[in-house]
């Protein structure tokens, strides 16, 4: 059961009440980061507007949207969820 | 005695003494003189004057840029000058931009300052962008950041997008890069990066875009990722060293390791709306269909939709804006102006309620007011936080900042089961509107 760790920034963290956070995903099959997408929102499901808005930045490389079913997770993965900021 | 001259400058820019003296400590680092001559050749168009364009435009004045463009259309306000260092206090209501180019050429006064005193937007993207080596984008709104990486995508021009707020910054280069040929004395070929859109296709929803004004932002921050986008704009224009094309600089200000680096996607979108299809014609684009395409996530807006009128649909740009001329129509609530707002406030039944954040409401609220933050307007917390009083209110009054959320409340609070015969207003125009109809002594937050 990988263990992953999830950075939250901007709008996630604080709609999420926290900057970072751990997922176990199951390991047969191999969790995506599609399924840790899923996974986020059924943990805060008051993200689900700035999920769709987000970039995922896996291991600090960005998983385009239609590559996120093949961007298998392993243990001691970092996820890095980025909304976009606005202010200047 | 002859006057002739003795010497040959490094630069051959202009043969200028003030100015190799000016820039001698550029000129002594390696590469110094190509690095100066790109810095004099350059013209940058800084978008926005607040708290990420005051340190990027006084940098690269005071660093030599030829020529800046400040495009701005707001007054300095009270409220900015904790972060908006180029603005001065005896500046307070005049233009940004006129008050920022007196800045820059007290700095330096071998450069040139173009004023704008506009915004950028949809019809005037496209000549505002033409011509320049470089742009940044120092905005404060999601549509002006598409509007001009779309205009920035399709002319050719390099975007050195940054953006911050609370104790966050993010910070990348955008759309392609062009940097100094100094051998040919000009700027070379551009090359196509992602623009804004292939990064962040779907827009933030209404709410979630994160501004400065409703979220608040730590003076010192615009501040460190403005001088970061200074430094960009410095190495995408002269090619020195490694750039953020394809990557983003992450600034959590709260870390013990504030910068994380983000490898993005090296090449556009092939879907991309914009700088991947053959024609886009940014002044018929929908922006107000792309922008609204979210939905607001607040959590009563999603089953209200009234006689067709979209709750969820973001307010228009600019303060005060109605969503409603049609939603009026068939309404159980009205709207009132701030005078008339006053008097009913004053009757005994009345009760206030102000759907801000907890925080904008901590800062200054009308007298008697309560406070229910708009993402948490449901049934269980006005009972919670209006209590005993609802007995005796025969009267709901909402407000907010510009009324826009005030609109959404009352449409949700007339249709809600707590109504009971009560009657339903909100005021036109929110607390601005207040502050300069009723009381010019309210704070302004915004």
């Not at chain 2, 100015?19 to 003189?33: D, M, S, T």
């Not at chain 2, 939709?305 to 979209?310: A, F």
């Not at chain 2, 901590?362 to 229910?372: C, E, Q, T, Y």
Request: net charge negative; with cysteine.
């Amino acid at each position: 059961m990988p263990l992953l760790n999830v950075l939250l920034f901007a709008r996630a963290r604080e709609l999420a009440e926290a900057s970072s956070t751990t997922l176990t995903l199951p390991d047969d099959p191999p969790a995506s980061v599609a399924d840790a997408r899923a996974e986020l929102l059924t943990r805060f499901p008051q993200l689900s507007g700035v999920l769709q808005t987000s970039i995922f930045a896996l291991n600090k490389t960005y998983v385009k949207r239609d590559d996120e079913r093949v961007a298998i997770v392993r243990a001691g993965d970092e996820l890095a969820v980025v909304p976009p900021i606005s202010g200047g | 005695m002859s006057r002739a001259s003795t010497w040959t400058p490094a630069l051959e820019i202009e043969r200028d003494a003030r100015a190799v003296e000016r820039y001698a400590r550029h000129l002594v680092l390696p590469r110094g003189a190509a690095l100066q001559r790109a810095l004099c050749a350059a013209r940058v168009l800084v978008v926005g004057c607040g708290g990420l364009g005051c340190p990027v435009a006084t940098y690269l004045s005071a660093n030599g840029v030829g020529t800046i463009a400040l495009c701005d259309a707001d007054d300095v306000e009270l409220s900015n000058l904790h972060r908006q260092v180029g603005h001065a206090t005896s500046k307070v209501g005049t233009s940004k931009s006129a008050s920022l180019r007196e800045r820059c050429l007290g700095l330096n006064d071998g450069i040139e300052i173009i004023e704008h005193r506009l915004f950028v937007n949809q019809m005037n993207a496209n000549e505002m962008v033409d011509g320049f080596d470089l742009v940044c984008d120092c905005s404060d709104n999601p549509r002006t950041r598409y509007v001009l990486s779309d205009a920035c995508a399709r002319r050719g021009v390099p975007l050195v997008s940054a953006a911050c707020v609370g104790f966050e910054g993010q910070l990348t280069v955008l759309c392609g890069t062009r940097c100094w040929d100094d051998e040919r004395r000009e700027f070379g070929a551009f090359t196509p990066a992602p623009c804004y859109r292939c990064l962040f296709p779907t827009p933030p929803a209404a709410g979630d875009a994160g501004t400065c004004g409703a979220s608040g932002v730590l003076g010192v921050l615009p501040g460190i990722v403005g001088t970061f986008q200074a430094l960009e704009a410095i190495k995408v224009l002269s090619g020195i060293g490694e750039t953020l094309r394809g990557k983003m600089v992450y600034f959590d200000s709260l870390s013990a390791s504030p910068t994380m680096t983000l490898n993005m996607r090296e090449e556009r979108d092939p879907r991309c709306a914009c700088c991947s299809v053959e024609k886009f014609d940014q002044k018929t684009y929908d922006y107000d269909a792309f922008l609204s395409s979210t939905p607001c996530p607040i959590k009563f807006v999603k089953t209200t939709s009234i006689n067709g009128v979209d709750l969820s649909a973001p307010p228009a740009h600019g303060p005060g804006e109605s969503l409603d001329e049609e939603l009026q129509k068939h309404s159980a609530w009205k709207r009132l102006s701030t005078g008339d707002f006053q008097s009913r406030s004053s009757s005994t039944g009345a009760l206030i309620v102000d759907v801000r954040s907890k925080r904008l409401f901590d800062a200054a609220h009308l007298r008697g007011s309560v406070n229910i933050p708009i993402e948490m307007l449901d049934e269980g917390e006005w009972r919670s936080v209006v209590a005993e009083a609802d007995a005796n209110v025969d009267t709901v009054l909402f407000v907010c900042a510009g009324g826009n959320n005030s609109q959404r409340a009352s449409a949700w609070f007339a249709n809600s089961s707590l109504r009971g015969f009560r009657d339903v207003f909100d005021m036109r125009g929110g607390l601005a509107a207040w502050r300069r109809d009723v009381d010019p002594s309210f704070p302004k937050l915004g």
